[in-house]
Structures are given as C-alpha cells and as structure tokens.
C-alpha cells in the first residue's frame, strides 16, 4: 500500500484530516491520537524518524534555515544528535533574541545548555552560551535567575580551571548588582569589580576592563558620585575606542550621558547620546534604542523643551510596547508622569505613575516601584487626599531603605511635604531634616533633589523664616542654572518672592514674581503658574490697581480651572475644597 493510500484511510477513520495548504499537511484529530501513535513506536524507530524529518528540512530549507531551527533543534534532540541539536538550538535562540521573543530564546538557550557538555563544546561557545542565556533573563526582568545562571557559569569555569570564562562571569555578576535590578548591591557589585577588574588586566582582556569599568560607572552614578562615576566612564570609553569595541562604546556613551547630565555638561551629554543612538541602530538593538530615547526625553524635559521631550519618550514607549520590554515602558511612564505633572494633568500623571510602579513592582524594578508610589504619594498631598498620599509614600520608603537606599532621602523630603500638608510640623522638619543630611544635587538628571529644595523652602516660608527662603530659592536657582534646568525656576522664584512680599518688599516681590510667571508660561509649567499670578493679584490689590489684580486673579483662576478639570473625577471636591484653591475661586466649584 502506497504512503498515499495509507494516508486516505487514516482520513477515512477521522484519525486525521488534510490541512488546506499548498504543501500537503495532516493534522491529528485529536492530542490523545498522536500521543498513542508516538508511544507506539520503537525508541529506535522514533529516533529515525527524527532524523529523516530533520534531514528533510534541511534538503527543502536549506539556503534559509533560521525560521525551522527550532524545529530542527527538537527533531535532532529527539534523534539523540547533540551536535546538531547544540548547533540548532543555538541558531534558534540566536533567531528569538533577535526579535526579542525572550521566553522562546530562552528555551533554546536552556536546551543548547543541556547538550553542550555531550558534545564537547568549546570554552568560548560555552562562554557565549552562558552570556547570551543570562542577558535573555535579564530582559526578562528575571535578575535572580540571571544572576544563579552566572552563578553556575563561574563554578563551570573553575571545574574547567578556564580564567576567561571565570572572568566572564564575574563581570557578568558585577553588572547585575551596579544597575537598578531587583538584586542591586552596591557593596557587592564593588568588591566583584575589584576583584575582576584585577583579573582582566592579568589575563590582558581589554573587553573585560572596559566593560568593568563601565560597571564602575554604574556603580558611583547610583553612590550619588557623579565625578568619579565620570573618571570611570571616560576610562571606559577610552579602553572602548583604542580597541573598537563598538558594542561597549554604546554601552558606555548611553550612560555616560546620565552621568555628563548629573555635571551639568549638557553638551557632553548631546553628543554621547547622538553616537550611542547611531550605534543602537546599526546594532538594531531595540531595548538600548529605547533607553536612549528616554534618556534623551529626560534631558529635554529638564531643560524645559516640553515637546521635543514628548516626542522622545512617545518613542521610547512606542519601542518598548513593540519589543513588550517593561523596563522600558515603567521608565517611560516615569517621565510622562513627572511631565504630565508639571503642566498640570493631575490625572494623566497619577496614571503614569501607577503604571510606573505596576510594571515596576511586576519585574522587580525598584526604582520604578519607588518612583511610582512616591509620586502618587505627593500628587495626592497636592489633591487634598494626605492620607492616600502617606500610603504611597511609606511604602516607597520602606523599598527605598530595603532595596535602593539612594532613593531614602528623596522619599524622605516627599513625607515630609505631607507631614507639612498634614499640619504635624515637627514631624515633618524632622524628616526635612533627615532628608537633607544625606541630599545630593549632583547626583544625576533627576528631578528628585530639586524637588526636596522646593519642600523645604515651603516649609521655611510656613514657618515664617524668610530669609531662609530667599537663601534656599537662591541656592536652587543657582544650582538650576549651573544644570541647564528649567523646569522648577518657576516654583523657586514663586517662593522666594512670597518671602519678599512677606518681608514688606513689593517691589522686589513683583519683580521675582514676574520672572517666576515669564519662566512658569514658557513652558507651560502650571502647577507653578496659578499661584504666581494670584500673588502679582495680591500685590496689586495692595497697590491699589483694581484693572491688574483683577487681570492676575482671572489668569490664576483659568490655570486652576485647567487643573480642576484634568484632575480625577473623583479627587476635584477634595482638591477644590483645599484652602488655597478656595481663595482663588472665592466658592467652591459645582
């Protein structure tokens, strides 16, 4: 009986049924069917058959076999060929990571693994492996099992007695523990980079250094050391360009520009970005791109050009949705949160910060998760909620303190402004206080440490010290522009012209206040704005000026409405019933 005729009866007996595709197809009818057929057979038979079918394969595809290298990897698996299984599977993984199907590279990676020892692989192809197996967790968001994963390569390397491989997996480890992952541990990252950084220029590998030193980097950025994190930087990138490491010259531009931001070298900054972004695509790596984008947002954003900065972080979004890279998208939402904010979209900015600590929580992001709930925390202070607001910011403490202590002094300044709002003053100037011990301006591009300047020049304002105020807007004004920071001027001459007007100097209130509503509209930077323009009503009114008081009230209460309106549905009673709202309204709003 011919395979033809064999095949119509199985038809027949509804066991199959053909597939309507060019090429001629069956599909079993049922799950359990092909299971009993399989079990039917003979080990030996089964393993020939594997075989055929993956020599098949290769016959028909051969010029183009990356698409059916997984198939061919299980059929060769299933034939007992661990050469060609080691050869397909790495050829598929290679093929996933590519357009960033992590959970099927990995099952690739692991089944290379499997075989690689049977085969008698190479140091180098299992370095590879083990590399290309970890940075697949690791954009997993999978940190523990991509740290166990070189965990296992460096006992591998010592049982080969292979110095290079170790070497790998030390530098590997150091990484891991300098970024924010969810195993982020800045004494270990240091010791392991020590101890590797002393290896790599015993064994002459100058990949390892740069790449060490690169981690280095990392590892002060995160210190709030900005100088010597640049000493670090620059060290790699040298090692980088003197021996064309293209890929690690990426690596080190891309967050080279953080550190440049942190020092106010703006320019620095620019011109890394633009070649680590050339570098992305030529590699066609899409999650660096999408870091790149962000980086690149927030700069813009900090510099107060609110539409190039949209731009870059829609980008950075768009990519990171594309390649479903949470990192990318936390860090994304991060950005349109602190943005939303400031224009005074209440609403768009409590959703993107609870994006932000959603992914950041689901993937172990500590940074996401304590930026998220620290800033919700404060938009709700701002909204009248302080005790929602006392929920949020507690819990991106104790995350902060537990697993990113460089975060404790941020949060600490935000309970504090709800301490304040709360009206327990001692309380919140003994967490001002603590806040302030450990601050750090020059820490990076962030807006956090201005934002504890602003905190605490409200809470001196409150308590009447004025001169403390002008002192503090001083010192943050000076600080802004030695980094090329626009967004806050607006906040920090607001405060401080309150403090002249309190003091009993209009004219020079006035005169701050103007500046501070020029700097506020140019961006547009709302949250600012209204209280600006109400306090120019308030000098006017002791002027005498009717026409302009009521000019600066209206422009006050129309930038309060924007923000009344962009608020949660739910959060506007408690928002508009605030007293300082009240008073621009004169009544509540319906």
Not at 175 to 199: C, F, G, N, P, W
Not at 331 to 347: N, P, Q, T
Not at 577 to 583: A, F, G, S
Request: glycine share 6%; hydrophobic share 45%; with cysteine.
């Amino acid at each position: 009986m011919s395979v033809e005729e064999q095949l119509a009866r199985i038809e027949n007996a509804q066991l199959v049924r053909r597939l309507d595709e060019p090429e001629v197809a069956y599909l079993f009818k049922h799950a359990l069917t092909q299971d009993s057929a399989y079990e039917s057979l003979l080990l030996k038979k089964r393993r020939e058959i594997h075989r055929r079918v993956a020599v098949a394969y290769e016959q028909i595809y051969g010029a183009q076999l990356d698409p059916y290298a997984a198939i061919l990897a299980q059929h060769y698996h299933q034939a007992g060929d661990d050469e060609r299984t080691f050869y397909y599977a790495l050829m598929a993984g290679d093929a996933a990571a590519r357009i960033y199907a992590q959970a099927e590279a990995l099952i690739e990676y692991n089944l290379a693994l499997e075989v690689a020892e049977r085969v008698d692989s190479t140091s180098e192809q299992l370095t590879e492996l083990y590399l290309k197996r970890g940075r697949t967790l690791e954009l997993s968001n999978r940190h523990t099992e991509a740290l166990a994963n070189y965990e296992a390569m460096e006992t591998h390397a010592r049982q080969r007695k292979d110095r290079e491989m170790e070497l790998g997996a030390l530098v590997a480890r150091a990484t891991l523990h300098s970024i924010t992952s969810s195993v982020y541990d800045a004494e270990r990252a240091q010791a392991l980079a020590t101890q590797a950084l002393a290896m790599a220029r015993e064994l002459g590998d100058h990949a390892a250094e740069a790449k060490i030193l690169w981690n280095l980097m990392l590892l002060n950025y995160n210190l709030s050391r900005a100088a010597e994190a640049a000493h670090y930087g620059e060290q790699s990138l040298m090692r980088a360009r003197e021996f064309n490491l293209r890929e690690q010259m990426a690596y080190t531009l891309n967050d080279l520009a953080r550190v440049y931001l942190g020092l106010a070298k703006n320019q620095e900054a620019r011109a890394a970005l633009e070649e680590s972004r050339a570098l992305w695509r030529a590699f066609e790596n899409r999650a660096m791109l999408a870091d790149n984008h962000f980086t690149a947002a927030t700069m813009l954003f900090l510099g107060g050009d609110f539409d190039h900065a949209k731009a870059e972080i829609e980008e950075a979004l768009r990519i990171s949705q594309a390649i479903d890279n949470s990192w990318g998208i936390a860090y994304s939402e991060m950005v349109i949160g602190y943005m939303s904010l400031e224009r005074g979209d209440y609403g768009a900015s409590l959703r993107a910060f609870e994006e932000c600590a959603r992914r950041g929580e689901a993937i172990r992001s500590w940074y996401a998760l304590i930026e998220g709930h620290a800033m919700k925390g404060l938009i709700y202070g701002r909204l009248g909620q302080v005790q929602r607001g006392f929920e949020h910011c507690q819990r991106a403490l104790r995350e902060a303190e537990q697993q990113f202590p460089p975060l404790t002094g941020y949060t600490l300044a935000l309970l504090a402004d709800l301490e304040f709002r709360a009206g327990n003053f001692s309380a919140a100037e003994a967490k001002l206080k603590e806040s302030l011990s450990g601050a750090n301006t020059e820490k990076d591009a962030g807006p956090e440490p201005f934002f504890a300047l602003v905190i605490e020049a409200e809470f001196e304002l409150a308590r009447k010290e004025y001169a403390r105020v002008i002192a503090i807007t001083d010192e943050l004004t000076r600080l802004l522009r030695r980094a090329g920071v626009q967004i806050f001027v607006g906040a920090g001459l607001y405060l401080k012209g309150k403090a002249l007007l309190a003091l009993g100097r209009p004219d020079e209130a006035q005169e701050i206040l103007l500046q501070a509503r020029a700097a506020a509209e140019a961006l547009p930077e709302r949250e600012a704005l209204w209280r600006i323009s109400f306090t120019l009503g308030e000098i006017e009114s002791l002027r005498g000026d009717e026409s302009k008081e009521t000019e600066f009230r209206a422009e006050a209460r129309e930038v309060l409405q924007y923000i009344v309106d962009h608020a949660p549905a739910e959060l506007r009673e408690s928002f508009v019933n605030l007293p300082e709202v009240r008073v621009v309204f004169d009544v509540g709003i319906e």
